[in-house]
């Protein structure tokens, strides 16, 4: 039984920081751990992943945005935040995952509430 909790959404203005965790992430467990973003088209897109530790970023949030892990929280330190930004952020977790599919929303199969992350001008 696996249930992922994300929390530390919120709104800021742009150029600011948040971190959001996920808890419930046991780092053994899983092959795959990721962060996703789901805007209005409602599509889930990876952000951010980890695939035996190793570390993944979308080349659209590389340099401000990154993913870690302790104990059993996942993270996603999001900074220099942008507009674009804006949208849900979900933790996601998988324990048959491959590293080619490691941001791709299919491969996973255990996902928190979501969390909303609002960044204005």
């Known amino acids: 039984q696996v249930h992922l909790v994300e929390s530390g959404g919120g709104s800021v203005q742009t150029g600011g920081s948040l971190t959001l965790s996920c808890a419930g992430a046991?780092?053994?467990?899983?092959?795959?751990m990721g962060w996703f973003r789901q805007g209005p088209g409602g599509e889930r897109d990876g952000v951010a992943s980890?695939?035996?530790?190793t570390t993944t970023v979308a080349d659209s949030v590389k340099g401000r945005f990154r993913i870690s892990h302790r104990g059993t929280t996942l993270y996603l330190t999001m900074n220099d935040l942008k507009p674009e930004d804006s949208a849900k952020y979900y933790c996601?977790?998988?324990?048959?995952?491959?590293?080619?599919?490691?941001?791709?929303?299919?491969?996973?199969?255990?996902w928190g509430q979501g969390t909303q992350v609002t960044v204005s001008s």
């Open positions: 996601a977790a998988a324990q048959e995952c491959t590293f080619a599919d490691r941001l791709a929303a299919r491969s996973y199969n255990y």
């Open positions: 046991g780092y053994f467990e899983f092959n795959c």
């Open positions: 980890m695939y035996f530790g």
